[in-house]
């Protein structure tokens, strides 16, 4: 039986609706707390009468996707289950999209282990499990490419709306895209060719237009844009010296190669030095991995707690899709072994866990996953014992009230562990904590302690 790619996408799409099912109960995790929690209450709460989120709330995002989920929930009701089912739209837009670009170069039975590995890359099937704003732009950006590669500009101009709406990096990914086409063109055709210019211009305009226009009536409500100085990520966006830079860049090419991601490329860059840089379609993969690695390291760089394995997701795509479309070409007769080696990669990588003193992307890898049936596991423990959640210290992001992180109306909540005056603290490699705090938990018997794959969570009585 010929497998076409409408075949592959049922494949995807049973794949995400699996995943959206055996997820449905997971509470919402790392900054999808902020994204997909406390912003939809804020709308559902105040009735949708102000686009404009308090100060202690805004963290300079357009809030189109927080007010995508309060809407769900308004219709079907406040529940984790609505919220993951929420992302299921996005998702299969994915599963549609991916391979009806792979098949541009691949068919048949290459095709689906292909557009399996791109269901199976560490970050988006991490991001996949969870009610997250970066599957949205990347259900977009994928979409995005489609059409321009279809050369379907008048819907592509639609289509790149809502990319400048859904996050800043939205708006990066609009930057980072037009380089691309620009840099792509004059490449290929050898000089700078002013009409595709302001063709392209014309394409992209609706949506930088309207990002521009929220960028300025937020900035007439609030008097900034991107962070404020009382803002609780202010610290992110701070400049930073020049060895702190170097750091940087370092750590963005760790979160490249991180979870797996390092075979993929190595294998682009034994591709690099097979292929003939002319041909085409390699020549605008490269030029489009070359301008988005340029404009989100300009982004990263300079900051000091931009470099989230999340934010770095087209360029993950843009590699990985360059390699998988070249495997059979450079490896004419071991392809199947190329497509194995990755797989294995990301299966290890998609499960590695680093040492507790060494920050790791939790929200990033499918490692986490173990985490919500512990923590519920650890809270009934507290409960059966009558030990009250306030008198237990706990670290982000477990730090917000029941209600906000599972919607079941609970208003108790762990408390900070800057407060050393509670009894108890629970630990969890997920959960970031000071080295020191660390040291001294170490030190400390477990009065609970549970571990289901790599992921651990623990009861500890406090001493003074």
């Known amino acids: 039986m010929k497998l076409h790619k409408e075949n592959v996408f049922y494949v995807l799409a049973i794949g995400y609706v699996l995943l959206t099912y055996f997820c449905r109960s997971n509470i919402f995790f790392g900054d999808m707390v902020q994204f997909a929690s406390r912003h939809p209450h804020f709308f559902l709460v105040n009735h949708f009468q102000t686009i404009y989120l308090p100060n202690y709330l805004d963290s300079g995002h357009p809030p ?18 609505v919220s993951h089912v929420a992302m299921l739209p996005f998702l299969l837009l994915i599963a549609y999209q991916v391979p009806q670009l792979l098949s541009r170069w691949l068919s048949g039975y290459v095709l689906l282990f292909s557009s399996l590995l791109v269901f199976l890359e560490p970050t988006l099937l991490a991001q996949a499990t969870l009610v997250s704003p970066d599957i949205v732009l990347m259900a977009i950006f994928i979409t995005g490419i489609n059409l321009y590669l279809n050369k379907k500009y008048k819907i592509l101009a639609l289509v790149l709306i809502p990319l400048g709406l859904i996050s800043l ?46 960028l300025w009536l937020h900035y007439e409500h609030t008097s900034w844009i991107g962070f404020h100085s009382d803002s609780p990520w202010a610290s992110s966006f701070q400049q930073v010296s020049f060895a702190q830079m170097l750091k940087n860049a370092l750590l963005f090419i760790w979160r490249l190669l991180d979870f797996g991601r390092i075979t993929v490329w190595l294998i682009a860059l034994y591709i690099l030095s097979k292929l003939k840089f002319a041909e085409q379609s390699n020549l605008k993969f490269i030029t489009s991995i070359v301008a988005f690695v340029f404009v989100f390291a300009a982004n990263t760089l300079f ?105 079941n109306g609970d208003s108790s909540h762990f408390n900070s562990y800057s407060d050393t005056t509670l009894k108890y603290i629970l630990y969890s490699n997920v959960f970031n904590y000071p080295d020191s705090l660390i040291d001294k938990i170490a030190n400390t018997p477990a009065i609970y302690y549970q571990e289901k794959g790599f992921v651990f969570v623990g009861v500890y009585a406090m001493t003074k």
């Not at 995508?68 to 219709?75: C, G, H, M």
């Not at 985490?371 to 008198?391: G, V």
Request: aromatic letters at 18%; one cysteine or more.
């Open 169 to 214: 990096r939205g708006m990066m990914v609009l930057f980072a895209s037009f380089c691309a086409i620009i840099l792509n063109n004059t490449l290929t055709q050898k000089k700078f060719n002013l009409h595709y210019f302001f063709t392209i211009t014309l394409v992209f305009l609706p949506s930088v237009v309207i990002a521009a226009t929220w």
């Open 64 to 81: 189109l996707f927080g007010i995508y989920i309060a809407f769900a929930w308004l219709l079907f009701g406040k529940s984790l289950l």
């Open 303 to 407: 900051a000091d707690g931009l470099v989230g394995h999340r934010y770095f997701l087209p360029i993950y795509f843009l590699t990985l899709v360059f390699v998988l479309k070249n495997i059979p070409i450079v490896f004419p007769k071991k392809n199947m072994s190329a497509y194995i080696l990755i797989f294995i990669s990301f299966l290890i990588g998609g499960t590695f866990v680093y040492p507790s003193k060494i920050a790791m992307g939790w929200d990033a890898t499918p490692a986490h996953l173990p985490y919500y049936s512990l923590r519920k596991d650890a809270i009934n423990f507290l409960n059966n014992n009558n030990i009250s959640l306030q008198t237990v210290a706990c670290g982000f992001p477990n730090l917000d009230t029941r209600e906000i992180l599972e919607l």
